[in-house]
T-cell receptor
Framework: EVQLLQSGGGLVKPGGSLRLSCAAS????????MSWFRQAPGKGLEWVAG????????FYADSVKGRFTISRDNARNTVYLSMNSLRVEDTAIYYC???????????????WGQGTLATVS | SYVLTQPPSVSVAPGQTARITCGGI??????VHWYQQKPGQAPVVVLY???DRPSGIPERFSGSNSGNTATLTISRVEAGDEADYYC?????????FGGGTKMTVL
């Protein structure tokens, strides 16, 4: 079964740091790009960052550029999101997801992790 | 940046057809993916590349995309379809979501 299991998150003060992890199983991890998303309380989905399968290229939303870092360890089948200089507005449920498809069409995201709450207060 | 516009809410009676729109400039030239998110759960893809259904998604879910509007159609709506629905496209290397539509089954 293809699965993404998230850990990390919690409560941190403004200016603090958190690190989220997303452990993958059931597929060849290194063959897939991965992304992080977030959803503020009562709000919609926002893409945060992406990383290709080889970790050579990373991409960030403007809202987190320079503060967040996405990385992956293909030996551990895990993708990470390191969040620094956290702000109150970064409070959200954070999801990891696998890029799927993409051979002839822009990829979609499937599956998603269960989500983890990061609260900045 | 590219903007996707969805109606905030849609209400439909059981057994009827729900249509959720996603508006964007020339969205018909893009590939649109749709996600369903039930309360307290992670999103699940219900359509990809405008019209294709992943395995396990009922045939009641269908889509279209032309001009400036993509549409997710849910036929014979069931109580279990009540959820938030999001459209998604790529703009260069950025992922763009619509604001989401809350579908209520009356």
């Amino acid at each position: 079964e293809v699965q993404l299991l998230q850990s990390g998150g919690g409560l941190v003060k403004p200016g603090g740091s958190l690190r989220l992890s997303c452990a993958a199983s059931g597929f060849t991890f290194r063959r897939h790009a991965m992304s992080w998303f977030r959803q503020a309380p009562g709000k919609g989905l926002e893409w945060v960052a992406g990383i290709d399968g080889s970790a050579e290229r990373t991409f960030y939303a403007d809202s987190v550029k320079g503060r967040f870092t996405i990385s992956r360890d293909n030996a551990r089948n895990t993708v990470y999101l390191s969040m620094n200089s956290l702000r109150v507005e970064d409070t959200a449920i954070y999801y990891c997801a696998r890029e799927t498809g993409g051979a002839t069409t822009p990829p979609w995201f499937d599956p998603w992790g269960q989500g983890t709450l990061a609260t900045v207060s | 940046s590219y903007v996707l516009t969805q109606p905030p809410s849609v209400s439909v009676a059981p057994g009827q057809t729900a249509r959720i729109t996603c508006g964007g400039i020339n969205i018909g030239r893009k590939s649109v993916h749709w996600y369903q998110q039930k309360p307290g759960q992670a999103p699940v893809v219900v359509l990809y590349d405008d019209t294709d259904r992943p395995s396990g998604i009922p045939e009641r879910f269908s889509g279209s995309n032309s001009g400036n509007t993509a549409t997710l159609t849910i036929s014979r709506v069931e109580a279990g379809d009540e959820a938030d629905y999001y459209c998604q496209v790529w703009e260069t290397r950025n992922v763009v979501f619509g604001g989401g539509t809350k579908m209520t089954v009356l």
